[in-house]
C-alpha cells in the first residue's frame, strides 16, 4: 500500500532503473534537488544549460561522485527544445521544468502539436499527505485549465483516476465539489458534478465512485452530509477532490499547504512522459518525492490518458 511520500520514493527506488531527467536551464537550488534525487537512487540528472556554471555547482553537492550529464546551451529556449528532443528520443525519461518559466514549459511541454499531450487536456493533480492518517488524498485540476468544460472535467477526472490507479488507491472515492451541495440551475458547477456524478453510478468511469455537487462540509465530515440529508461512501472519505475551476483548485492546494501545514506534491497527467513543474508551494524536502513520484508514473505506464 501507497500511504505517505515515503512510500512512493521506496515503491520507485525498488522498481525498475534509475530514470534519466532532462532538465533545462537548471538553477543552483534545482541542482541541489537533483543531487538529492541522484542520492536516493531514483534517477540520473542530464543538466542542460551553461556548462561551466552548472559543473561549478555539480561539484558542491554529493552529485559530483555520482552519474550525471551536462549539455551546454547558452540559450535557455534552445535548452527547452534540446531537453525536448532527447525525451522524445528515448535518451531521457522524466522532462523536468528547469529554470524556464511555468508559462512556457506548460505551453511547450503539454501541448499536442510539438509537444507530449496525448489525452484532450492535460490537468495538474495535487498529492496530499494527510495528517492523522496514513493516507494520501488528490486534489485536481490545481494548475493547469482556468475554466474547464464539462467534457474537460471528464478527462481531468480520468486523468485523476490514472494517478489514482498507479498509487494503488482501490475503488477511489471522489468528491466533484461546488459552493453547494445542491443541484441548482443557476450554478453550472453543481449541474457539472451531478451528471458526473450519474456517469459514475452507471459505471462509466469504471469502478470509482463519484459524488457530487458537495461543498467541502459536506466532503469532509459523513455527519454534516448527513444532516444535510446525503448519504454517501465518500463523505468523509474522499480520495480525489475534483475542483470546479483554476480558482478553486490553486487556492485550495495553497490553503491545504499554508493554512492547513499539509504536505504536498504535484504531476501533469494526460502526457505521454511525466512532467515535473516547480510550483513555491512544494517545500525543498518534497521535492525528491515529487520526482519519484515521475518515476513511479513512468515506470508504471506512462500513458496517463
Not at 69 to 98: C, N
Amino acid at each position: 500500500m501507497i500511504e505517505k511520500f515515503h512510500d512512493i520514493i521506496e515503491t520507485a527506488r525498488k522498481e525498475g532503473s534509475k530514470k534519466r531527467v532532462a532538465a533545462p536551464s537548471v538553477t543552483k537550488e534545482q541542482i541541489e534537488i537533483l543531487s538529492d534525487a541522484s542520492e536516493a537512487n531514483l534517477i540520473i540528472p542530464i543538466m542542460i544549460g551553461k556548462g561551466q556554471d552548472i559543473e561549478d555547482a555539480v561539484k558542491q553537492t554529493p552529485l559530483a561522485s555520482l552519474n550525471y550529464e551536462i549539455l551546454d546551451e547558452k540559450d535557455s529556449d534552445r535548452s527547452l527544445s534540446r531537453a525536448m528532443e532527447m525525451v522524445k528520443k528515448h535518451d531521457a525519461d522524466i522532462l523536468m521544468q528547469g529554470g524556464v518559466s511555468q508559462k512556457t514549459f506548460i505551453d511547450s511541454a503539454a501541448n499536442g502539436n510539438e509537444g507530449f499531450l496525448i489525452s484532450k487536456v492535460a490537468s495538474f493533480v495535487s498529492v496530499f499527505q494527510l495528517l492523522k492518517r496514513d493516507k494520501l488524498i488528490l486534489a485536481t485540476d490545481t494548475f493547469i485549465n482556468n475554466i474547464p468544460s464539462l467534457p474537460e472535467k471528464q478527462v481531468i477526472l480520468e486523468n485523476a483516476l490514472v494517478l489514482a490507479g498507479i498509487l494503488e488507491m482501490e475503488s477511489p472515492k471522489v468528491a466533484a465539489l461546488a459552493s453547494i451541495e445542491q443541484v441548482n440551475p443557476a450554478i453550472p458547477s453543481t449541474l457539472d458534478a451531478a451528471i458526473l456524478s450519474k456517469m459514475s453510478q452507471r459505471r462509466q468511469f469504471g469502478d470509482v465512485v463519484v459524488e457530487g455537487p458537495l461543498d467541502i462540509d459536506c466532503a469532509l465530515d459523513k455527519n454534516a452530509a448527513e444532516r444535510k440529508g446525503l448519504s454517501s461512501v465518500v463523505t468523509g472519505n474522499v480520495d480525489i477532490y475534483l475542483t470546479p475551476d483554476i480558482d478553486v483548485g490553486y487556492l485550495l492546494a495553497q490553503l491545504l499547504v499554508f493554512i492547513g501545514k499539509m504536505q504536498m506534491i504535484g504531476t501533469v497527467m494526460g502526457t505521454s512522459v511525466p512532467l515535473i513543474v516547480d510550483l513555491p508551494f512544494v517545500s525543498r524536502d518534497n521535492k525528491v518525492a515529487e520526482i519519484a513520484l515521475a518515476a513511479l508514473i513512468h515506470q508504471r505506464g506512462t500513458r496517463h490518458g
